[in-house]
């Protein structure tokens, strides 16, 4: 049997120990990654190789040649371009002309290759996919299989709140050759994007088979590092080429000509390659050492991986940490867990390396440097870049100016050149330092900037859905931390970046593939200042000028300091308002100046009793959110003001449906479907919502936390049009704002977070799919479950390490009940996973 052996890829979330190999030639223990693949298949008889080639494709000939060597015979086949992985096979089709299995060459696993082989011909199946539960199913793709094995869904790479299960695909595949007709010739195509969907929709003979035994997928450093611990601990067995030395309790594993002066040292399992010097009195423990090597006495090594021809002076201390080849640590310097140094580095004596700091190569660290972050960028910086559309960091410390400039640029290749990029800010002096750092980047990629300077964020996205700019940014203080700024990263609709987007940025960015415009072919800065002009004709064409002329409302807006305050004013004004603007200066020498909410709208509170105005709002700072204050003073929530928006639209007979996400009360739903209208429950990310809003049968798009979206106006949020739309809608229906309040259907409505870690994350949902099979449930965004009028939903967060539970009941007691039943349920679950 034939054996399709992947090992095209480019290894960039493994960076920097891809930065002189591909990465299926990663040492480990000594021995490249792909050959363990190659023993594995040897072992099963599978000993008819194609081997699929792309990054570096040199180093893996060289070493593996035709194969005879290991037993096997080889074929290379390398692609003229990166094809996808069913596209790279396809390029392969003349010599796969008989049943074969595809395996990646960086995969490490014991998983009995016969019997997998022998379920696919038991089934007759058309193709087979390997799977096995993990922890963290997020980096891979979930596959749902019935009763009889064979597959009814897939799930590329979920978000937290898409997994239903922590069963994956492991990228093990048996294939009849005739599938591969599916696959069209020369073009960029996927196994599990494409060709498994395909045969899925086809109802063709598609299985999965649950293998037991070890699976890693070694895709960055941190698995790296763990797929060492997982042997150390013997989770799995691996051949060593070092001969095992007669030492009683240690396992030893000496290659030739190796100079160990006191083994006394040495602890747990230790290999030392061939020709490496352990010199005097070492601590050494658990850890794997090269070729050619040199360790000094006084040195400590705990859980550490050292590559061939690297030295490491005396009284150095390494833990839990990768060294790679012609590496050099000073005497006393020291590497906490975590650490990655690259090829040809050296580290000056007594420098000390924090955790989980990469080194990228050739760099040089000075004596007694304390290095606390990336050596590639300049600072440190998380693994992934953007959380939903959003970069965050500490301004100057982890969003740097020449962090900012190498973001640009990143953006701007990932863009066409000569496009057009909007640029906007908030009145942080900060925010308007890095954007013109960032704006740099952009032109250095050829790309032009229309610069909109200090501007809300609804502007910014009202000038987008307009022709001419391919997407826009927004630099802003973030509310929750004055030291902190986020970019905001907006498509050419003024939509949040989807995560492809982002992600296509990142890799630009961490890979430092940009693209460099001639001398001649920079970007071109372009100021605009009209913007304000076009936004106020589409504010006042949307709404009934005259019947709120004729309502003459008083309201009093919290403006929070914001570029807000420049604009809306005056637009209330010319619709007959009478508004009292608190807090409506902007300094740009002090930039935000953020007050504490609850005091802010306590103190909106008083001033709307105290004058008797028909409202209060405040305006968060990116005028974006909003927060009701009544005609009797009383704050709303957030459920209260999307149930009360509702309410309204009802109460003077819009037609049309309204998109909340799925953790929105069902009263909605009760006052919508009375008059004969939808309500669309969407994912509760920020990109599902604005898409949703987008659709032309869309009224109304809103949150939980106050904000809102008119399609009418625009399809983003804009809370500045939500004063002005709220009131008009309470002027059209002829109540005030507290008897449209009180008419709203209550029930009770509570939720809360509970600690769950990311390993944990997968295995909760499963169990929760597994307890939900019986009950009604739906899958929109997490799992909820429906107990008649009442219902609980389980979703994990995107970005922190928590679960939120939500539930609603006629009654408070009803609704702790169902909150506490669950929460008692994770708390059992995590206990059973520990």
């Known amino acids: 049997m034939k054996a399709v052996i992947m090992a095209g890829g480019f290894g960039t979330r493994i960076q920097p120990l891809t930065s002189g190999m591909p990465k299926p030639m990663i040492p480990l223990f000594n021995r490249p990654i792909m050959l363990h693949i190659v023993e594995l298949l040897k072992k099963h008889d599978i000993t008819e190789l194609v081997m699929l080639l792309y990054h570096q494709p040199f180093y893996i000939k060289n070493f593996f040649r035709d194969g005879s060597d290991f037993g096997v015979k080889i074929t290379y086949v390398t692609p003229i371009s990166d094809m996808g992985t069913a596209g790279a096979v396809k390029a392969a089709e003349k010599f796969l002309d008989e049943r074969f299995l595809v395996i990646s060459g960086d995969l490490l696993t014991d998983f009995n290759l016969k019997k997998i082989i022998d379920f696919h011909v038991d089934h007759k199946a058309k193709a087979t996919i390997t799977l096995t539960s993990v922890k963290d199913p997020l980096q ?84 790296y590092r763990e797929a060492y611990h997982d042997i150390f601990r013997g989770k799995v067995n691996l051949k060593i080429d070092e001969p095992k030395q007669d030492f009683v309790g240690k396992d030893l594993r000496i290659g030739a000509d190796v100079k160990l002066e006191h083994a006394a040292g040495l602890e747990g399992t230790v290999v030392i390659g061939d020709n490496s010097q352990i010199l005097g009195d070492v601590r050494i423990k658990d850890s794997v050492i090269g070729r050619n090597c040199t360790i000094e006495s006084g040195v400590k090594l705990n859980r550490c991986i050292i590559w061939d021809n690297s030295y490491v002076k005396k009284g150095a201390r390494i833990a839990d940490s990768v060294l790679c080849s012609n590496v050099r640590i000073g005497q006393g310097a020291i590497l906490e867990e975590g650490v990655i140094v690259a090829d040809d580095t050296s580290v000056g004596d007594d420098a000390l390396i924090k955790a989980d700091v990469k080194i990228w190569p050739k760099k040089i660290i000075e004596a007694g440097a304390t290095v606390t972050s990336n050596m590639i960028w300049g600072e440190k910086w998380k693994k992934a870049l953007f959380e939903g559309a959003i970069i965050k960091g500490l301004s100057n410390m982890e969003l740097t100016p020449e962090f900012c400039a190498k973001l640009g640029c990143a953006y701007g290749t990932s863009l066409p050149k000569g496009s057009f990029v909007l640029a906007g800010r908030d009145s942080n002096p900060s925010s308007r330092m890095l954007k013109r750092c960032f704006v740099g980047g952009l032109l250095s990629a050829g790309v032009n900037v229309r610069d909109m300077k200090m501007t809300s964020l609804p502007l910014v996205r009202y000038k987008l859905k307009t022709f001419g700019e391919v997407g826009g940014v927004h630099f802003r203080q973030a509310q929750d931390d004055p030291a902190s700024l986020e970019i905001v990263f907006l498509d050419g609709d003024g939509l949040d970046f989807s995560s492809n987007m982002g992600k296509s940025v990142e890799r630009i960015f961490f890979k430092e593939n940009f693209r460099r415009a001639h001398h001649t072919e920079p970007g071109v800065i372009t100021e605009i200042n009209n913007v304000g002009d076009f936004y106020r004709e589409g504010f006042l064409r949307a709404l009934d000028r005259e019947l709120l002329k004729k309502a003459a409302f008083t309201t009093v807006v919290d403006f929070n300091f914001s570029p807000a305050s420049q604009i809306l004013p005056q637009l209330l004004n010319v619709l007959g308002f009478s508004v009292i603007a608190l807090n409506a200066y902007v300094d740009e020498g002090r930039g935000v100046q953020i007050k504490e909410k609850e005091k802010a709208l306590s103190q909106l509170s008083t001033i709307v009793s105290s004058l008797g105005a028909h409202a209060g709002f405040w305006l968060d700072p990116s005028a974006e959110a909003v927060t009701m204050v009544d005609d009797t003073g009383r704050v709303c929530t957030g459920i209260d003001l999307l149930a009360l928006t509702v309410s309204l639209l009802m109460k003077v007979g819009q037609k049309g449906a309204i998109a909340v996400p799925v953790q929105a009360p069902s009263t909605i739903e009760q006052m919508v479907e009375e008059k004969g209208c939808q309500v669309i429950r969407t994912k509760s990310s920020d990109r599902a919502m604005q898409e949703i809003s987008s659709s032309s049968e869309i009224v109304l798009t809103g949150t939980t936390d106050g904000r809102f979206a008119f399609p009418r106006f625009q399809s983003s949020f804009d809370g500045m049009f939500v004063i002005a739309r709220l009131m008009e809608l309470s002027a059209a229906s002829g109540v005030t704002l507290s008897q449209a309040l009180s008419d709203i259907p209550r029930s009770s409505f509570l939720q809360t977070s509970t600690p769950c870690p990311w390993e944990m994350k997968g295995g909760i949902m499963r169990k929760m799919s597994e307890d939900s099979l019986e009950k009604e449930a739906t899958f929109i965004d997490g799992i909820k479950v429906h107990f008649g009028a009442e219902w609980v939903l389980v979703l994990p967060d995107q970005y922190r390490p928590v679960t939120h539970i939500v539930a609603e009941a006629k009654d408070q007691k009803s609704a702790q009940r169902l909150l506490g039943e669950y929460e008692k349920k994770i708390a059992v679950w995590k206990k059973e996973m520990v």
């Open 140 to 223: 891979f793709g979930v596959v749902i299989t019935d009763k009889e094995k064979r597959i009814t869904q897939f799930l590329e790479k979920p978000g937290w709140g898409e997994v239903i299960s922590d069963t994956i695909n492991t990228g093990i595949y048996v294939l009849e050759p005739e599938v591969l007709k599916y696959i069209p010739e020369g073009e960029n195509f996927d196994f599990s994007q494409d060709l498994f969907p395909l045969m899925l929709k086809k109802k063709d003979a598609l299985f999965g088979v649950t293998a037991r035994g070890y699976w890693r997928d070694i895709g960055n450093t941190d698995s």
